[in-house]
């Protein structure tokens, strides 16, 4: 039953929470068949090596979030530890297996802090085997901390994603068992799939297989909290699903899940019903200090259970798994022993439930909370007495109200009606393309009937991602799939074309993407298209040279958006967010064609529709916020463009993480705008923070660095402080000559900039010369009569006049 090395094992995933590898150059003969199958007993994903190049490759390739326990065979120790194998993150223990001299196990074991233990007997590696793997299991991270600053779904960072996502993932598999309008599958279906997937993942563990026949023989719905505590391939399989988010196995699991849940339901119902007070409940484990700092850090912040939570009525239970004082744990850092303490509100509508029942070791008075239960913490203190830090946690309703929240807001722009499709959406929602990507594909393999929404949501990851050929071949999938049903939905139909014709726009094809959008129209009349074709004549206005055809793509973008304005009144007379977006775009055209009061009455109009319809820090307000700010700069009002960056700097900074690039455009903002009423020191401030900012942002796009770069030079210049000022020119002249994008508006601007400093300091050649390559550039990536050009111009004038002077 051994997995040795090959192709089918390297590409199999692991849906448990440990990989258990062996290196032993005889590993797969006849003598090691036993302790092989007891290993895959234990921990059913065991890779088996008989190369040493082969073991150590393959632990380099995995992900450092898995766990690997390592099991070195004595005559080899010295030929796998003298690699770097010991030093990678993803192993956490290492066993050696047979007789070592004590000298040298001595010195091993002082050498090799990860070497927990060097035994001679089968019996001797497994026990420490199931024990290193129980101890992991008990102490591994159990909650995720809410960001309270992340308001908007859209825009959530990883650790709120991770926040959310099991409540989500919850909320939307109940809700919709019993209220979509076509159920992926029937209970029936759902358990078979459940149960040959299974199957075909412990093949090879005889131990499994016995369980898997087992709940196929005699599971019903009511035993779902017996089969969850039982230490089988369901507990295994769900727990670690849930903490990786592994949307296939949870999918896999679905009805199971549904049923636990439910279970969890009826039990409290009988805890309400017969008033039983379950006040308090405890959870121990071991903890590294800077979790428990981290815990500190967020008192009164939200938490969630990244999986049902088991806890005890019982504290003494809660003692026996936290130990006391400092565990010393060289391989992953002293631990701390550490207790939750759980207050449990009477009025809590949270589902919990005592499970002591059900469970196989009824001493220990366990208490389940449900999936993704949410707690505020309330106090993290340490006991000096019981040498333990005291985690205090209040159970807590708010996490099932900001769920509601967030879909009610999102739902219009949820196109599926089956919870797997919903799913997806959900993950495309919250940022995490690559989860959702991977989870479209894998319902394509179940066989879901929904072909064309999948091929449709696959569209659109690939658009967002900027793979738009693989996006284009996946909507016309989507398209043939829709049109080729018996009853094709027109809607979706039109959907399909429409977006097709904005991945035209991301091509910078304008005229196929008007093609397009008109074929859309032919299928359903909508706001969305509307606006995406006049959109598209803003831009093929922004792109013309030639001024006349502007003007008529201007008036031809304000025809089709003044459309979609219309259908919006009919359909949301007291206004909507949606509505808001289109007043934006109209305002956007208006700015890009220099009417700059129309386009600020515009941007007003949207913002106050937002402010009536959005709650007042949402992120949306902000950006509008921002567009009404830049009018009034283009207006040269620098004190009314303040109000509104300020007002948009505070929304940011409440909905969105400290570094964030919005943040730091918003600081420049400020900085411009200062600059404008000429006070220097102020602006300096501004961009310097926005530097901060940008510097400390992942993927920064570099073009906004050198924005901020430009800013800088350009302050400086003011101050005549001229070498701080080339310095900062010259970081963006560097970043645009590396990227290829001197010809833009950007360049053009660099360059100007470059000539006013040359002009500052009397060098007027030089400052010719710069204005010059600056005009050019402006002349052929900009319309005529551009203010920018124009200001160009105005300086060479002056210059000239300096120059004769």
Known sequence: MSLPYTPEARNRKNKEDFIVVWYDKNVHENQHDELRSNLREINDFCLFFSLKNECVDYIKSVNIKEKILLIISNKFVTDILSTEIHSLRQIDSIFVYGTIEPSTSASLMEQYYKL????????????????TILELTRHSELFNLYNHKQKSLANLNEKSAAFLWPQLFKHILIDNTHTSQQDDNSQEDARTLMIQKCREYYRRNKAQLRNIAAFEMDYKSADAIKWYTSDTFVYKLINKALRSEDIEVLYTFRFFIVDLCSNLVEDHKIIVECEIQIPEVYRGMQMAYNDIDNLKQNIRHLVSANSFLSTSRNRNVAKKYAGSGIIKCKRRGDLHAVIFQIEIPADLKSIYSDISYASKMKDEEEVLFDLGTTFDIAAVEYDEKEENWIIRLLATDKGHEMIKHYLNYYKEQIRSTTSSGILGEVLIIIGQYEKARNYFHDLIQLNNQDYANIFYNLAYIHKCQGEYEEGLNKLKQAYDKEANKSSPSKSMLAAILDDIGCIHICNNDYDRALEYFRKALKEQITPSIFNNIGLTYMYKASNSSVTKQAKVNFKQALKYLNKALTLHTQTWPDGHPEMAVTLDNIGRVYNRSGKYDQALDYFLKALNMKENVLPDDHMDIGISSNNVGLMYDNKHDYSQSLIYYQKTLRIYEKCLPEIHPEIGTTLDNMGLAYAGLNDYDQSLNYHLKALQIKEHVEKIDSISLS?????????????SNYAQAYDYLNKALNIHTQNGSLESSEGGKLFVHLGQMYNYKHEYLQAFDYYIKGLRIQERVLRRNHPDI????????????????
Request: glycine letters at 2%; proline letters at 0%; zero cysteines.
């Open 116 to 131: 927990l233990a060097i035994v001679i007997t089968q019996e001797d590696l497994i026990d420490n085997i199931r024990k």
């Open 707 to 719: 924005s901020t770069f430009i800013h800088l030079g350009n302050v400086y210049t003011h101050q």
């Open 790 to 805: 124009l200001l160009t111009r105005k300086y060479l004038i002056n210059l000239k006049q300096e120059i004769i002077n």
